[in-house]
């Protein structure tokens, strides 16, 4: 998935503060502005109504609204998990001579999806839901190939990649110093961008950063490429991350990167481990835009605790019109699909109390309510699943808190919260 970039004064392509707005969720595609959104995040602060979150009521109410939320998850849960599903098949074969290569992986973007090929270069992925996907194979010392997959019905799919071999352009030899401390310095610049400075970061490590390459201008201009894919163990949510990076730019005013990703599941030490592991991923999910999203599509918005308003400017004089689930959502397509449509910027506020916390998260003040974010779609309309994702590249713009995540912070987009 490649990003565009336009000027935030008018609000075009996915623009968000650096320190106040980190990159926004969707799969794969991460685009940031810096400059004008920190004097709009000032304007806004005072403007959200005070939380009245769970310890500003009684016990009993506690106990109520947590099962209350536990339940309507699982009715995500039910919806998601009796959606019928596909297998795809093919095989991965060498552009050039024709022959058959194995070890290659093939997988859905951004999911637990995926397998390698055999000797015969043939996979076989099973469970895949209705809709559309991109589909990757991707090989050491081949360039990767996507396609782009739209999937109707219980039909079989079959799918076949001819990969090309990766040009490998050698330069002059320079003899650098025994510390490469230049080289270390851009690392953890690239860290602090890519992965973020949130809980979910502290146990989050880059294990191969060797293959990643800088380059730099006097203009300023900060860009990574990786030789081979990042391997990225996520102990805190238990998941291993064979992640292609596609591309990884800064500049004086915009951050942008895109990527596709294939999720392992860690080695857990125990039951013990596993119960944690389910537990952070359930917190990262609650309140987040795929949350929001699977709620809308299943039609349980507005008890999941999303309120959300119709704004027709984006400041802090803004007058906000109530909007609920039947408010927004249509019938799509499929019967995991619904189509989402409104005017102007959706704001949305999550009332459940805390979740994921991260120092980039705007608004974090004890006298607001520090879970507001804001859409805007790119067309008339935007498709989205009981997943909680959305198909057409770029039609959601948003800001806000949902845009405070990073990569530790992505859950695979077939994750379905547990019952």
């Known amino acids: 998935m490649y990003c565009f970039t336009q000027g935030p004064e008018t609000l075009r392509g996915l623009c968000f503060d650096l320190a106040r707005h980190p990159a926004p969720r969707r799969r794969g595609v991460r685009l940031i502005v810096v400059g004008e959104w920190r004097t709009l995040a000032r304007n806004l602060r005072s403007s959200f109504r005070p ?3 769970l310890t500003l009521i009684s016990n009993n109410r506690i106990h109520f609204l947590a099962f209350l939320i536990l339940f309507l998850l699982a009715e995500v849960n039910v ?9 795809i098949t093919g095989r991965v074969l060498d552009d050039s001579s024709g022959a058959a290569l194995a070890n290659a992986d093939v997988f859905i973007a951004n999911s637990t999806l995926g397998a390698p090929t055999n000797d015969q270069g043939r996979f076989v992925i099973k469970g895949v ?4 996907h991109e589909l990757v194979a991707s090989r050491v010392g081949y360039l990767l190939v996507t396609r782009i997959v739209r999937i109707t019905d219980s039909t079989q799919q079959n799918i076949d990649f001819r990969l090309k071999p990766r040009q490998l352009v050698v330069g002059a030899v320079e003899i650098l110093a025994p510390e490469p401390v230049e080289w270390k310095k851009d690392l953890a610049k690239f860290k602090e961008f890519f992965l973020g400075e949130g809980p979910n970061a502290a146990k989050t490590v880059l294990l191969n950063p060797e293959v990643l390459s800088f380059t730099k201008d006097p203009s300023g201009r900060f860009e990574a490429q990786a030789s081979q ?6 102990w805190a949510l238990g998941y291993q991350l064979q992640l292609e990076l596609v591309t990884f730019v800064i500049s004086d005013k915009w951050l942008t990167y895109a990527w596709k990703a294939l999720y392992r599941n860690l080695y857990s030490s125990g039951v ?4 944690e592991w389910a537990l952070r991923r359930l917190r990262t999910y609650k309140g987040s835009l ?3 999203l699977a709620s809308l599509a299943v039609g349980t918005a507005d008890a999941q605790g999303f309120q959300m308003f119709r704004v027709k400017r984006f400041d802090a004089s803004r007058i906000r019109w109530p909007m609920t689930n039947e408010d927004l959502i249509t019938p799509g397509p499929l019967p995991n699909e619904k189509f989402l449509a409104f005017d102007d910027f959706l704001e949305v ?3 459940y109390g805390p979740r994921r916390t991260s120092q980039n998260a705007p608004f974090s003040t004890s006298e607001t309510n520090p879970y507001v974010s804001w859409l805007q779609l790119t067309s008339w309309r935007s498709t989205i699943s009981t997943l909680g994702n959305y198909s057409e590249p770029f039609s959601i713009k948003v800001t806000g808190w949902w845009a405070g995540a990073r990569i530790p912070d992505e859950l695979p987009f077939d994750f379905i919260p547990a019952n």
Not at 79 to 87: D, E, G, I, K, W
Not at 229 to 234: A, K
Not at 272 to 275: A, C, I, L, R, V
Request: overall charge negative; aromatic content about 6%; glycine content about 6%.
């Open 349 to 351: 506020e999550y009332s």
């Open 79 to 87: 919806l998601a998990q009796s959606l019928p599903t596909v297998a």
């Open 51 to 53: 939380l009245s979150g």
């Open 290 to 292: 795929r949350h929001f």
């Open 129 to 132: 839901p209705l809709g559309t």
């Open 272 to 275: 013990d481990q596993d119960k």
């Open 229 to 234: 894919p990042l391997r990225i163990d996520n």
